[in-house]
Protein backbone atom coordinates (compact mmCIF):
# COMPACT_ATOMS: atom_id res chain seq x y z
CA UNK A 1 0.00 0.00 0.00
CA UNK A 2 2.97 2.45 0.81
CA UNK A 3 4.07 2.08 -2.99
CA UNK A 4 0.95 2.57 -4.35
CA UNK A 5 -0.05 5.38 -2.21
CA UNK A 6 3.33 7.34 -1.83
CA UNK A 7 5.69 5.76 -4.43
CA UNK A 8 7.92 4.53 -1.33
CA UNK A 9 11.40 3.26 -3.25
CA UNK A 10 10.69 -0.71 -3.47
CA UNK A 11 14.74 -0.63 -2.11
CA UNK A 12 13.51 1.20 1.08
CA UNK A 13 10.35 -1.14 1.63
CA UNK A 14 11.96 -4.09 1.32
CA UNK A 15 14.97 -2.98 3.80
CA UNK A 16 11.75 -1.50 5.93
CA UNK A 17 10.09 -4.58 6.48
CA UNK A 18 13.55 -6.74 6.25
CA UNK A 19 13.76 -8.61 2.80
CA UNK A 20 15.95 -8.25 -0.13
CA UNK A 21 15.24 -5.58 -2.59
CA UNK A 22 14.64 -8.69 -5.09
CA UNK A 23 11.93 -9.83 -3.58
CA UNK A 24 10.55 -6.31 -2.75
CA UNK A 25 9.65 -5.91 -6.55
CA UNK A 26 8.47 -9.53 -6.80
CA UNK A 27 6.04 -9.05 -4.17
CA UNK A 28 4.92 -5.36 -5.64
CA UNK A 29 4.74 -7.11 -9.13
CA UNK A 30 2.67 -9.90 -7.66
CA UNK A 31 0.10 -7.66 -5.63
CA UNK A 32 -0.31 -5.30 -8.86
CA UNK A 33 -0.97 -8.60 -10.26
CA UNK A 34 -3.90 -10.12 -7.94
CA UNK A 35 -5.62 -6.53 -8.12
CA UNK A 36 -5.44 -6.37 -11.83
CA UNK A 37 -7.38 -9.86 -11.64
CA UNK A 38 -9.93 -8.32 -9.96
CA UNK A 39 -10.65 -5.43 -11.55
CA UNK A 40 -13.91 -5.18 -13.64
CA UNK A 41 -13.42 -5.16 -17.46
CA UNK A 42 -14.92 -2.41 -19.62
CA UNK A 43 -18.48 -4.05 -19.94
CA UNK A 44 -18.65 -4.70 -16.46
CA UNK A 45 -18.04 -1.49 -15.76
CA UNK A 46 -20.47 0.09 -18.32
CA UNK A 47 -22.72 -2.13 -17.44
CA UNK A 48 -22.45 -0.87 -13.82
CA UNK A 49 -22.96 2.72 -14.51
CA UNK A 50 -26.10 1.38 -16.22
CA UNK A 51 -27.34 -0.04 -13.33
CA UNK A 52 -26.85 3.19 -11.11
CA UNK A 53 -28.10 5.48 -13.29
CA UNK A 54 -25.10 7.65 -14.16
CA UNK A 55 -26.00 10.37 -16.13
CA UNK A 56 -22.72 10.64 -17.94
CA UNK A 57 -18.96 8.96 -17.50
CA UNK A 58 -15.94 10.80 -17.78
CA UNK A 59 -12.71 9.50 -20.11
CA UNK A 60 -9.60 10.81 -19.65
CA UNK A 61 -6.21 9.46 -20.62
CA UNK A 62 -2.92 10.36 -18.75
CA UNK A 63 0.82 9.05 -18.92
CA UNK A 64 2.54 6.91 -16.01
CA UNK A 65 5.74 7.83 -15.65
CA UNK A 66 8.02 4.49 -15.47
CA UNK A 67 11.74 4.12 -15.62
CA UNK A 68 11.69 0.40 -16.61
CA UNK A 69 11.07 0.56 -20.27
CA UNK A 70 13.71 1.16 -22.97
CA UNK A 71 12.20 -0.67 -26.36
CA UNK A 72 13.46 1.14 -29.70
CA UNK A 73 10.90 1.86 -33.06
CA UNK A 74 11.19 3.55 -36.36
CA UNK A 75 9.37 6.47 -36.34
CA UNK A 76 6.80 7.87 -39.65
CA UNK A 77 9.85 9.79 -40.52
CA UNK A 78 12.03 6.23 -40.59
CA UNK A 79 14.50 7.14 -37.78
CA UNK A 80 14.80 4.93 -34.96
CA UNK A 81 12.67 6.43 -31.48
CA UNK A 82 12.25 5.22 -28.13
CA UNK A 83 9.29 3.49 -28.10
CA UNK A 84 8.31 4.14 -24.22
CA UNK A 85 9.19 8.14 -24.42
CA UNK A 86 6.54 10.41 -24.73
CA UNK A 87 7.12 13.65 -25.90
CA UNK A 88 4.32 15.52 -24.64
CA UNK A 89 4.74 14.39 -20.72
CA UNK A 90 8.82 14.73 -21.50
CA UNK A 91 9.19 11.53 -19.53
CA UNK A 92 8.86 8.12 -20.53
CA UNK A 93 6.19 6.21 -19.16
CA UNK A 94 2.84 4.33 -20.79
CA UNK A 95 -0.50 5.74 -21.69
CA UNK A 96 -3.78 5.10 -20.17
CA UNK A 97 -7.51 5.65 -20.32
CA UNK A 98 -9.73 5.72 -17.09
CA UNK A 99 -13.46 5.61 -17.22
CA UNK A 100 -14.77 7.37 -14.15
CA UNK A 101 -17.86 8.02 -12.92
CA UNK A 102 -19.62 11.77 -12.49
CA UNK A 103 -18.28 12.08 -9.05
CA UNK A 104 -14.51 10.81 -10.00
CA UNK A 105 -14.95 7.43 -8.76
CA UNK A 106 -12.81 5.47 -11.51
CA UNK A 107 -14.82 2.64 -12.59
CA UNK A 108 -12.25 0.83 -15.36
CA UNK A 109 -8.88 1.71 -16.17
CA UNK A 110 -7.44 0.31 -20.19
CA UNK A 111 -4.36 -1.70 -20.50
CA UNK A 112 -1.12 -0.04 -21.30
CA UNK A 113 0.02 1.72 -24.65
CA UNK A 114 3.95 3.25 -25.30
CA UNK A 115 3.79 6.77 -23.90
CA UNK A 116 3.70 8.50 -26.92
CA UNK A 117 0.26 7.01 -28.25
CA UNK A 118 -2.35 9.93 -28.30
CA UNK A 119 -5.27 9.60 -26.02
CA UNK A 120 -7.44 9.66 -28.77
CA UNK A 121 -5.98 6.76 -30.37
CA UNK A 122 -5.53 4.66 -27.36
CA UNK A 123 -9.66 5.84 -26.74
CA UNK A 124 -10.51 3.99 -29.62
CA UNK A 125 -8.59 1.38 -29.48
CA UNK A 126 -10.03 0.18 -25.80
CA UNK A 127 -13.41 2.51 -25.42
CA UNK A 128 -15.00 3.94 -27.90
CA UNK A 129 -15.96 0.78 -29.75
CA UNK A 130 -17.88 -0.88 -26.97
CA UNK A 131 -19.58 2.21 -26.61
Not at 29 to 55: C, K, N, S, W
Not at 86 to 110: D, E, F, M, T, Y
Request: charged share 25%; net charge neutral.
Amino acid sequence: MRWFRDRTDRVALGRDHGISRATAYRYTDEVIGVLADQAPDLHQALRRAVDEGLTHLILDGTVIATDRRAEKTISVKGEPIDLWYSGKARHHGGNIQALSAPCGLPLWVSGVEPGPVHDLTAARAHVLGAL
